[in-house]
């Protein structure tokens, strides 16, 4: 009996206490820096805090998270429906024309209708219209604390010459406010 209760009252305070991260606004000059700080040019982000909600809607903001896309533009859902950095490392490394994959709904196009790039070396539509995989990986300056945004770094790193990778910035910008005013 005291074994349930201990295992009772581990699982009420294991599930009721979590961890709050405070998001700090940076501005995307600021961004520029900690990526270039990381061997990252460039790389993209929600172009608006109403933005980001829809990408939220479609469960795309988690950091670290992945999304691939096929040669025709379709989300590539992972083998065990895990978007953890692991698996698309491994599926990049075994991927052929040739796999059969499990495609979702959502189109490329749809997905970047919500971002701004950094850069202007970022070109949407080339990226859109590209024949290969492409693959967006989240991270985020706060992440840095947690380590987590490695796993997209190590991606970018092992596959940017391979396929078309595109790292996706998840802080909060200061630059929204502006936006959003209007």
């Known amino acids: 009996m005291r074994k349930i209760l201990l295992l009772i ?12 991260i405070k998001l700090e606004k940076t ?14 040019v460039n790389f993209i982000y929600p ?10 809607s479609i469960d795309k903001t988690t950091v670290p998270q992945n999304t691939v896309f096929d040669e025709n533009g379709l989300e590539i859902l992972h083998f065990n429906e895990k978007l953890c950095a692991n698996h698309t490392l491994t599926f990049l490394k ?10 979702g709904k959502l189109s490329i196009n749809e997905y970047l209708k919500h971002f701004k790039a950094s850069d202007s070396s970022i070109n949407f539509a080339a990226i859109q219209n590209q024949k290969k995989i ?22 970018y790193n092992r596959f940017k010459d391979q396929y078309t990778v595109i790292v996706v910035n998840f802080d ?11």
């Open 172 to 182: 909060k910008l200061k630059e929204w406010e502006a936006t959003e005013t209007k």
């Open 27 to 40: 501005s995307v000059a600021n961004l520029e820096s900690f990526y270039q700080n990381h061997g990252i």
């Open 94 to 103: 075994e991927y052929q024309k040739s796999m059969p994959l499990k495609l």
């Open 47 to 56: 172009k608006s805090l109403q933005a980001l909600v829809s990408l939220d």
């Open 134 to 155: 492409r693959i967006f990986v989240n991270s985020a300056s706060y992440a840095n604390k947690y380590g987590v945004n490695q796993e997209a770094f190590e991606i």
């Open 9 to 20: 009252a581990v699982v009420t305070c294991s599930c009721t206490i979590t961890r709050t």
